[in-house]
């Protein structure tokens, strides 16, 4: 069993983090360290640690990343300027927290894609 992180405690709201969308399968919050004027995380209610530990069964609850990402672009007045949805996997990708989420940053230009 994978171990859990922080955020499976968000997500039952043992640690109370105001939420933007919650339903059975995902959940979004804003990022405690923002790293654009809007910086969300939408991730999977279920555990798991990183994109390589994807299996086919989780293909309803990815695909819902999506249009959630889609709502919130909306909700925060990004959608047509544009944004980025970025997901990090282990080390070399800068993964910090191994539980996979979807970033959704914007608000702002993003300048180029990487900054290597
Ligand atoms: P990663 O580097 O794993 O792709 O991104 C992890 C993100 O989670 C970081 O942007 C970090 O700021 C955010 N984060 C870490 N701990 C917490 C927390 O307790 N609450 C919230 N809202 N965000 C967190």
Redesign the pocket.
């Known amino acids: 069993m994978a171990e859990e992180t ?2 499976s405690k ?1 997500i039952r709201q043992e ?1 109370p ?1 105001p939420l933007l969308y919650q339903d059975e399968l995902v959940t979004a ?7 654009a004027e809007s ?1 969300i ?1 939408i991730i999977p209610n279920k555990l798991i640690p990183t994109v390589n530990d994807v299996e086919e069964e989780d293909e309803l609850t990815l695909g819902r990343l999506f249009t959630v990402a889609k709502k919130l672009a909306k909700e925060e007045g990004i959608a047509e300027d544009g944004y980025r949805l ?3 996997c282990n080390q070399h ?6 539980h996979i ?1 979807m ?1 959704l940053v914007g608000g702002q230009p993003l300048g180029k894609m990487l900054n290597i």
């Open positions: 922080i955020f968000i640690i983090t919050f804003r990022d405690i360290s923002p790293q910086h995380l970025i997901m990090n990708g800068g993964q910090e927290v191994y989420h970033h």
